[in-house]
C-alpha cells in the first residue's frame, strides 16, 4: 500500500520551463515533507523539506506547495537548467520518540531539455 | 563532509547464496537505515537500526535481516537469496534528535541469478 503518492512517472521538460512534481498522501500523522534527489550513480540528497504549518518554501529555484487540506504537496523548479535532470522523491514523517521513519513517493524521471 | 560507504557497488550472486552488503558511516549517527530502489516502486525500507545492537523491522523485511555491533556499521544479510531480491540497496544514515537529514550512499547494485 503506497502511502505518498507521487506524479508523473516521467516528465519531459524544455530548458527555462517550469516543471512541476506532485504527491498525496493519506497519513494525517505525517508532519514533515522532505523533496530527495537522485543523480544517475548516486544515492538520494536532501533538496528541500517542508513542515505542515506554512503552505510554501523556497529555496533558490526550487520551491515546494503544500496543500494540508488537501493532503498534496508539490515541487516545482523555477528557470529549469539542464543540470536539475534527475530523479526526485517526495517523502512524508512522523517523529517516533526521536525516531523518525521517511515513507518515499515511487519518483519523478525529470530531464531537462537543452 | 558527512560520508556513506557501502562495500560494493555491483554483485552478482546465485541463488541460494548468502548475501552481506555493508554499510560504514563516518559522521557518529545514531540512526541507519536499509532501502530497496526499484523501477517504479520508489524506495522501500528493509529494516533500521537506532542504535548499537537494536534494529527495526521497515516495510518488507521478509527474506532479510540485519546487524550492527558498531555504531559506525550496519550490514545486511540475504540469508538465501532469491531472483525476487535483484534490486538497488541504498544504505542511508542520521542523526537521531529531530528532523535530520538522512543521507545516503551510493548504492549497491545486487544481481541474483
Known amino acids: 500500500q503506497q502511502q505518498v503518492k507521487q506524479s508523473p512517472q516521467s516528465l519531459i521538460v524544455q530548458k527555462g520551463g517550469i516543471p512541476i512534481i506532485n504527491c498525496a498522501y493519506e497519513?494525517?500523522?505525517?508532519?514533515?515533507f522532505p523533496w530527495y534527489q537522485q543523480f544517475p550513480g548516486k544515492g538520494p540528497a536532501l533538496l528541500i523539506a517542508i513542515r505542515p504549518d506554512v503552505s510554501e518554501k523556497k529555496e533558490g529555484r526550487f520551491t515546494i506547495s503544500f496543500n494540508k487540506s488537501a493532503k498534496q504537496f508539490s515541487l516545482h523548479i523555477m528557470d529549469s537548467q539542464p543540470g536539475d535532470s534527475a530523479t526526485y522523491f517526495c517523502?512524508?514523517?512522523?517523529?517516533?520518540?526521536?525516531?523518525?521513519?521517511?515513507?518515499f513517493g515511487t519518483g519523478t524521471r525529470l530531464t531537462i531539455i537543452p | 563532509d558527512v560520508k556513506v560507504t557501502q562495500s560494493s557497488r555491483y554483485l552478482v550472486k546465485r541463488t541460494g547464496e548468502k548475501v552481506f552488503l555493508e554499510c560504514v558511516q563516518d559522521m557518529d549517527h545514531e540512526n541507519m537505515f536499509w532501502y530497496r530502489q526499484d523501477p517504479g516502486l520508489g524506495l522501500r525500507l528493509i529494516y533500521f537500526s537506532y542504535d548499537v545492537k537494536m534494529k527495526e523491522k521497515g516495510d518488507i523485511p521478509e527474506g532479510y535481516s540485519v546487524s550492527r555491533e558498531k555504531k559506525e556499521r550496519f550490514s545486511l544479510i540475504l540469508e538465501s537469496a532469491s531472483t525476487n531480491q535483484t534490486s538497488m540497496y541504498l544504505c542511508?544514515?542520521?542523526?537521531?534528535?529531530?528532523?535530520?537529514?538522512?543521507?545516503f550512499g551510493p548504492g549497491t547494485r545486487l544481481l541474483v541469478l
Open positions: 542511508a544514515s542520521s542523526f537521531s534528535e529531530g528532523r535530520e537529514t538522512q543521507y
Open positions: 497519513n494525517t500523522a505525517f508532519d514533515y
Open positions: 517523502a512524508a514523517s512522523i517523529q517516533d520518540f526521536g525516531n523518525e521513519k521517511l515513507t
